[in-house]
């Protein structure tokens, strides 16, 4: 079974400049996360869909930041414009359901520098 | 609020020594406790859980036990091997909010020596 595929890898920007991260979760999963981890700290959440639905983005920087999950399945977050703080490791990551006890499954993440 | 406090990192074992690495908790309730661990260059992954008290997650020879009382879910190996060297995450997800919202401790760094 295929797990959570994520691209691209590594993204090199400049200030100001918009990127876009995109994550293909496990067949059949409904719950998708995305999670930001800085450097030697956990992840953080900040945002969760609910099929295609955003059901918490408190956590999400809606400033610069957004997310779309179009049909329910591919995600898609986005940084426009990006500042040298968003340096960071993007992870999502998916589950069969929301409930507490549900494993989720994570992608390698996406590995942004800002210059 | 929900917050995971992790044992400072890195910790440095030889082969078949003993690990611990200490987590504890500050949650609303009774959460759900889980070990994530990252190896070099791929995603966490889960390693165990406990969904209650003194429920015990066990898995590939790790095992933590969720203590109530002392709000700890501390996580141990008897003998530690070379292919364990790895970041271990300690996690919670409240039990109120049952949407499975993680939220993670710093990390702690093992790395194990032949």
């Known amino acids: 079974e295929a797990g959570v595929v994520q691209s691209p890898r590594y993204k090199i920007i400049e200030k100001k400049q918009p990127v876009a991260f995109w994550c293909n979760p496990i067949?059949?999963?409904?719950?998708l996360y995305w999670y930001r981890q800085n450097l030697g700290q956990g992840p953080e959440l900040l945002i969760r869909y609910e099929n295609e639905e955003a059901v918490d983005d408190s956590q999400l920087p809606k400033d610069r930041f957004s997310a779309e999950r179009l049909k329910g399945v591919d995600s898609t977050l986005k940084i426009q414009p990006a500042e040298l703080g968003d340096s960071a490791v993007y992870l999502c990551a998916s589950s069969p359901g929301s409930q507490g006890t549900n494993e989720q499954f994570f992608g390698p993440g996406t590995r942004l520098t800002v210059l | 609020g929900n917050s995971v406090t992790q044992m400072e990192g890195p910790v440095t074992l030889s082969e078949e020594a003993f690990l611990t690495i200490n987590c504890t908790y500050t949650?609303?309730?009774?959460?759900?406790l889980f070990w994530y661990v990252q190896y070099p260059g791929e995603g966490l992954q889960l390693l165990l859980k406990?969904?209650?008290?003194?429920d015990k997650g066990s898995n590939k020879g790790f095992e933590a036990t969720y203590r109530k009382e002392t709000t700890s879910f501390h996580l141990e190996k008897g003998s530690v091997q070379v292919s364990d060297s790895a970041v271990y995450f300690c996690a919670l997800s409240p039990r109120s909010s049952n949407t499975g919202k993680l939220i993670f401790g710093q990390g702690t760094t093992l790395q194990v020596k032949p």
């Open positions: 949650a609303t309730g009774y959460p759900s």
């Open positions: 406990a969904t209650k008290a003194d």
């Open positions: 067949s059949g999963h409904n719950t």
